[in-house]
Nanobody, 127 residues
Framework: QVQLVESGGGLVQAGDSLRLSCVASGFDLDYFALGWFRQAPGKEREGVSCISHSESSVYYADSVKGRFTISRDNAKNTVYLQMNSLKPEDTAVYYC????????????????????WGQGTQVTVSS
């Protein structure tokens, strides 16, 4: 059974940091591009960051650039999102996602291709 399970969310204050983790089971992430998305109440889902299968390419939304870092550990079948200098506007449910595409555009054009999704983890940043 293919599954992505996120963890690491929580309630923090503005300026704090969190690290989200997403562990995959049922498939080998080596050949998958991975991404993090978020959805705030009343807003559309937003692509936050993605990383190629080889780690050679990464993308960050302008809203998180310089504050968030995506990484992956294929040996652990895990993708991470390190979030620093958190702001109240970062409050959302964060989802990890995967797609088996070695040639995926690691950028806005590729965000619509992700087809495996986790259940999400809540991140709440208080001011």
């Amino acid at each position: 059974q293919v599954q992505l399970v996120e963890s690491g969310g929580g309630l923090v204050q503005a300026g704090d940091s969190l690290r989200l983790s997403c562990v995959a089971s049922g498939f080998d992430l080596d050949y998958f591009a991975l991404g993090w998305f978020r959805q705030a109440p009343g807003k559309e889902r937003e692509g936050v960051s993605c990383i190629s299968h080889s780690e050679s390419s990464v993308y960050y939304a302008d809203s998180v650039k310089g504050r968030f870092t995506i990484s992956r550990d294929n040996a652990k079948n895990t993708v991470y999102l390190q979030m620093n200098s958190l702001k109240p506007e970062d409050t959302a449910v964060y989802y990890c996602a995967a797609v088996a595409n070695l040639n995926l555009e690691i950028g806005p054009g590729g965000l619509g291709a992700f087809d495996y999704w986790g259940q999400g983890t809540q991140v709440t940043v208080s001011s």
